[in-house]
């Protein structure tokens, strides 16, 4: 189906309810909205009301868009920025500060440049910080609002913010109709307070004929009477009487023909005098009746009266549900909800208010990229660099509280010279200390497991107390938590008692339904491969080792898991264990954003005293001495001996070759 602005593609800079209001009405008329959104994302992300920590604020207002997440900041990331600008028709700012009217004019010449703003880009209030409190309060407006003689009071609602984003779209509707004679593009420049006092004309035209200002009444008006809110059984109820035939109407209706009579009421002019004394006539009445059944009777008798109604009752009002005001909706995070319809019926064009949720950070990225021609690979490297963000296309697909535990262990650096205790044991105090290569590739497995989904990872090592520092160098890869065990009563343990204390802390940080947990194939100072599979036997999970591929499909991964002579295609359900080798992929770098921030990031410390209570470890046979395995003997693997060039045609080559090898007996 055709809508009212397909075709149409917007780019949104803005920040707060303003943009947000015109932004999201373009969204529902069919515009595609680009919403880009700093690392941390959009403030109004964190805005309340919060329902278990998610924005309602953001799923009303930031409906119907996408979201590219970039580094604005960094000069490859305002490329893409004015790459964006470039490709699209509007593009709604919150003044200059990421781009300006002249920047935008250059690249895009029939682009509509719309800004808003709290005071205007002009006046000796330019700068000035806005707020819609302070806007209000400046505007003349909360002059307006409260009882006679009684203090200013603020507005139950943003209504500022609210009209000035419907400003903002006539302004942006009427440029874009003006391209259509022009062929050009245009800037339009609104203030907040601008838009507020718009709304004060009145006011202003009275006050430039006779110098006063009508003064505040209230919920009475000044002008006609009565014309107000009164008391009724079970609430309030509005009446509006504007001709003197509607006041005699009025009174019949009630059974108050004797007010009709006074001479105090006689006239408009007459009540407005005697207001002070009609009020509580009035009241009496009102009182007498309930609110909807007061409405009833005046509607019948075409007379304007109306029930007062909470947000609750007019979310089942039946005018409401039958011009379409209340539409309901299901949102991925929030869940089943409500949302206000469209005030605009357009009949073959509707607007649809439900098109799309608001996104997650960075759900679109990709896409919006993909579409300016940037290839994969750069896109890869570009998140890689941390200029760009993404997050997963389908937000149903990964459970909320997914979490990626990843085991990993801190080993002599073996590619030197190796060093063995008379005991047997390595002497690592002998040999720089590195994370396990193998493992290495289980944590970038999880880390892009969290760029497909958003999961938390949490590393874990066992080890001594500078293990610490290899976790700090996983954090700022991307880890979100460490986790050190580490105990005196647990060193020399070897792969048996290991597997029983990584399961009892994996056990005692939490393991979820929908978890995760990552190993390396095994470690370089042991070669046992063992400490993955073991763990998963002692929390009974399912295990798919030697992992070259996988894809993640809802609440199960489908793995190629390499064998010898081959491969096989295995699929566990989540939670699981999967042990990686070096084919899955190629370990990440840390960024400068990564170390600076990875000493914020939490380090939880488990030692015997907290793990010794739990079933899965046999006290007997962890440690040095309580280790079932006896090391038999330790050795440094004899170097490589240098190879031989066969130099040569191809024939000559391989006669040589076949020679050589039947001279060593193997052909």
């Known amino acids: 189906m055709e809508k009212i602005l397909g075709g149409i593609k917007v780019l949104d800079l803005t920040q707060g309810l303003p943009g947000a209001f015109c932004s999201m009405n373009l969204g529902d008329c069919g ?11 959009d403030p109004d992300r964190r805005r309340g009301p919060l329902k278990d920590g998610d924005s309602t604020f953001f799923a009303g207002f930031y409906r119907n868009k996408k979201s590219v997440c970039l580094e604005a ?57 806005a707020d819609d409190l302070i806007l209000t309060a400046m505007s003349g ?13 603020m507005p139950g609602v943003d209504f500022g913010g609210a009209y000035s984003g419907v400003a903002l779209l006539s302004g942006v509707v009427m440029a874009l109709f003006n391209r259509l004679n022009t062929g050009g593009g245009a800037m339009v420049e609104l203030s907040v307070l601008d838009c507020i006092f718009y709304m004060l004309e009145l006011f202003v035209i009275n006050y430039s ?74 009241g009496a009445i009102t009182g007498a009746w309930k609110k909807d059944e007061l409405a009833a009777a005046m509607g019948a008798e075409k007379l304007a009266g109306g029930a007062l109604k909470t947000v609750a009752e007019m979310v089942d009002d039946r005018q409401v549900r039958a011009a379409e005001m209340i539409v309901e909706d299901r949102d991925p995070v929030l869940g089943q909800l409500y949302r206000v319809g469209a005030p605009m019926k357009f009949g073959a064009t509707p607007l649809d208010v439900t098109a799309a949720p608001a996104p997650m950070l960075g759900q679109h990225t990709r896409e919006i990229l993909g579409g300016l021609g940037l290839p994969q690979a750069e896109m890869e490297e570009l998140e890689r660099s941390e200029i760009i963000f993404a997050a997963p296309k389908d937000r149903g697909g990964a459970p909320r509280d997914m979490k990626a535990i990843v085991c990993v262990k801190q080993v002599p650096d073996t590619s030197g010279k190796v060093a063995v205790n008379p005991d047997g044991t390595l002497n690592r105090a002998s040999m720089q200390a590195i994370t396990n290569p193998d493992d290495m590739n289980a944590v ?12 938390n990872v949490v590393v874990v090592t066992m080890g001594p107390p500078p293990a610490e520092k290899m976790l700090r160098e996983l954090l700022a890869l991307g ?33 979820g339904p929908h978890d995760v947990i990552f190993c390396g194939r095994q470690a370089i100072d042991g070669d ?10 002692k929390l009974d ?55 600076s921030g990875c000493f914020d990031k939490p380090i939880v410390r488990l030692d015997y005293e907290a793990l010794k209570g739990d079933p899965l470890i046999d006290l007997g046979t962890i440690g040095l001495q309580g280790s079932p395995t006896n090391i038999y003997k330790s050795f440094t693997p004899p170097p490589k001996q240098a190879g031989m060039m066969l130099e040569g045609s191809g024939k000559d080559a391989a006669d040589k070759l076949a020679e050589l090898l039947a001279a060593k007996h193997l052909i």
Request: with cysteine.
């Open 141 to 153: 407006m909360m002059d307006r609002i409260g009882s006679r003689g009684a203090p200013p009071m």
């Open 73 to 129: 900041a960094h000069p490859r990331g305002r490329e893409l920025l004015l790459r964006l600008a470039g490709e699209c028709d509007v593009i709604l700012t919150n003044g200059p500060n990421l781009l300006d009217y002249e920047t935008v004019k250059k690249i895009n010449p029939t682009g509509i440049y719309a800004s808003i703003t709290g005071f205007g880009a002009s006046g000796p209030l330019a700068e000035h910080l």
């Open 528 to 537: 046992t491969a063992q400490v993955g599979p073991q763990i998963a036997e």
């Open 479 to 511: 880890a979100d938590q460490g986790v050190l065990v580490s105990a005196r009563e647990f060193g020399g343990s070897d792969t048996f008692a290991t597997s029983q204390i990584l399961a009892a802390a994996i056990r005692k940080i939490g393991l």
């Open 444 to 455: 970038e497995a999880a880390l892009r497991l969290k760029d497909e989904t958003g999961c």
């Open 209 to 282: 004929i006779d110098g006063a200002i009508v003064p505040k009444n209230g919920n009475q008006d000044t002008e006609v009477a009565p014309l107000g809110t009164f008391a009724a059984q079970d609430g309030y109820a509005a009446i509006a009487i504007s001709s003197e035939g509607q006041w005699k109407k009025f009174c019949a209706l009630v059974g108050a023909e004797r007010l009709a009579e006074d001479p105090r009421f006689a006239s408009n002019e007459d009540r407005l005098r005697n207001l002070e004394a009609l009020i509580p006539e009035i």
């Open 541 to 595: 999970l399912p295990q798919i080792s030697y992992v070259a591929e996988a894809a993640w499909e809802g609440d199960k991964v489908v793995c190629r898991r390499m064998l010898e002579d081959g491969y096989m295609i295995v699929e566990a359900a989540v939670p699981c264990l999967l042990t990686c080798i070096k084919e899955l992929n190629v370990p990440r770098y840390p960024t400068m954003r990564g170390i």
């Open 31 to 41: 515009a595609q909205v680009i919403k880009v959104e700093p690392p941390e994302g």
